[in-house]
């Protein structure tokens, strides 16, 4: 069973960068799909990426498509989330998700996650 703590959240200008990181532990981390979500106070969980076990295929959400890359590093068993031309909108607590695989190597699911972080704040400020 995989466990996970994001880090890199904070306070920032709008148009500014941030990058989110997510450490796992326990589990064979390369048999794990990896998504970020985020919940904005008085919403709904969003997706906001995801990345197959290998890194090749990645999924991304409307509204961030364009400015937030999502990647991972298998032999330090982190996924990070680069976050560029950051939005007011963009204000939310940041979530780290992880799946099983299933030997499903394209598998970078928008939903259906069975691991998560605890999360990391993100304010925007404009």
């Known amino acids: 069973q995989v466990q996970l703590v994001e880090s890199g959240g904070g306070l920032v200008q709008a148009e500014n960068s941030l990058r989110l990181s997510c450490a796992a532990s326990?589990?064979?981390?390369?048999?794990?799909?990896m998504g970020w979500f985020r919940r904005a106070p008085g919403k709904e969980r969003e997706f906001v990426a995801a990345?197959?076990?290998?890194?090749?295929?990645?999924n991304y959400g409307d509204s961030v498509k364009g400015r937030f890359t999502i990647s991972r590093d298998n032999t330090k068993r982190t996924v990070a989330l680069q976050m560029n031309s950051l939005k007011p909108e963009d204000t939310a607590v940041y979530y780290c998700?992880?799946?099983?695989?299933?030997?499903?190597?394209?598998?970078?699911?928008?939903?259906?996650?069975?691991?998560w972080g605890q999360g990391t704040q993100v304010t925007v400020s404009s």
């Open positions: 326990g589990g064979i981390f390369s048999n794990y799909a």
């Open positions: 998700a992880a799946e099983p695989t299933n030997g499903r190597p394209w598998f970078a699911p928008r939903d259906s996650y069975d691991y």
């Open positions: 990345i197959s076990s290998s890194g090749v295929f990645k």
